[in-house]
């Protein structure tokens, strides 16, 4: 299972200009950004996908939550837009559920 954030940014491996960092979540720039603003927010604990959210991971899924309306909210008063997005199923190449939150001119494909 491919899992790039508990095996590289999680541990350390991988360091990232961190955005947000709490108890539970860790938001961070992109390590290689598609869009000339791009952040990423992540549980610190292995999650899945979106849709595998247990019950007893709600208190996490809060805080995941909490921190990109934060981003999301300052993202917007700086640049008047944003997406926020997360990828499930075939679509998530990284099978650690994170979200995207961006603006601006992709600048790769």
Not at 96 to 109: L, Q, T
């Amino acid at each position: 299972m491919e899992d790039f954030y508990c095996r590289e940014v999680l541990s350390g491996n991988t360091q990232v200009e961190t955005v947000v960092d709490t108890k539970n979540v860790l938001a961070f720039y992109h390590t290689h950004p598609f869009y000339e603003e791009h952040i990423v927010v992540i549980p610190k604990k292995h999650i899945t996908s979106f849709i595998t959210v247990k019950e007893e991971e709600s208190i996490i899924m809060s805080e995941v939550l909490s921190v990109i309306k934060e981003i999301a909210t300052d993202m917007n008063d700086k640049f008047g837009a944003c997406t926020v997005s997360t990828n499930i199923g075939d679509y998530q190449t990284n099978k650690h559920m994170h979200w995207h939150i961006h603006f601006g001119k992709r600048i790769r494909d």
